[in-house]
T-cell receptor, first 114, second 110 residues
Framework: DTGVSQDPRHKITKRGQNVTFRCDPI?????LYWYRQTLGQGPEFLTY????????KSRLLSDRFSAERPKGSFSTLEIQRTEQGDSAMYLC????????????FGPGTRLTVL | GQNIDQPTEMTATEGAIVQINCTYQ??????LFWYQQHAGEAPTFLSY????GLEEKGRFSSFLSRSKGYSYLLLKELQMKDSASYLC???????????FGDGTTLTVKP
């Protein structure tokens, strides 16, 4: 499968715990995006990378969220001290870049914070 | 802030044509996408408009008017499998930062 993959697909955690999600983009794509989506809402931008550089982070995102893309390939999104309000679907997308802005989405990681 | 408006819900009959509208007010504009999202699944790409006018792709067409901040997605010959949420998204920067609407849930009835 050459699409975007995410791991895990589901995560249940207790409030206060840390969680980390992984995204593997399409191999030749140099742009990678993280979104959060809750029921009945569209995807909400969190952050994006051009290769290994994190170019922008949403002002809505607290300091408990951090993302990395150390080698310009896969990316991780970490949430520290999770809160019940963090429960959502976390989507990763990648795009080729330059004039090709179409974003290909992964299946998402559904986080439930108890 | 960024603002994208779409109707929350629409209903149409199998075989018919439906038009889903999207209006936007954003700080930048580098193109507009339409995505389809079935319940519990990730969004999948449908169409992309960067210039004014109509883009046709099989049963799906998308229209853009940049001066009016307006787009629509036209679905023809509706099928039951077209029941899904349709997301309008504006690409605001050259790097692809995008803002999504909350989606229009389309229900296709026999």
């Amino acid at each position: 499968d050459t699409g975007v993959s995410q791991d895990p697909r589901h995560k249940i955690t207790k409030r206060g715990q840390n969680v980390t999600f992984r995204c593997d983009p399409i191999s030749e794509h140099n742009r990678l995006y993280w979104y959060r989506q809750t029921l009945g809402q569209g995807p909400e931008f969190l952050t994006y990378f051009q290769n290994e550089a994190q170019l922008e982070k949403s002002r809505l995102l607290s300091d408990r969220f951090s993302a990395e893309r150390p080698k310009g390939s896969f990316s991780t999104l970490e949430i520290q001290r999770t809160e019940q309000g963090d429960s959502a679907m976390y989507l990763c997308a990648s795009s080729l870049g330059a004039d090709y802005n179409e974003q290909f989405f992964g299946p998402g990681t559904r986080l439930t914070v108890l | 802030g960024q603002n994208i408006d779409q109707p929350t819900e629409m209903t149409a009959t199998e075989g018919a044509i439906v038009q889903i509208n999207c209006t936007y007010q954003t700080s930048g504009f580098n193109g507009l996408f339409w995505y389809q999202q079935h319940a519990g699944e990730a969004p999948t790409f449908l169409s992309y408009n960067v210039l004014d006018g109509l883009e046709e792709k099989g049963r799906f067409s998308s229209f853009l008017s940049r001066s009016k901040g307006y787009s629509y997605l036209l679905l023809k010959e509706l099928q039951m499998k077209d029941s899904a949420s349709y997301l309008c998204a504006v690409i605001m920067t050259n790097a692809g930062k995008s803002t999504f609407g909350d989606g229009t849930t389309l229900t296709v009835k026999p």
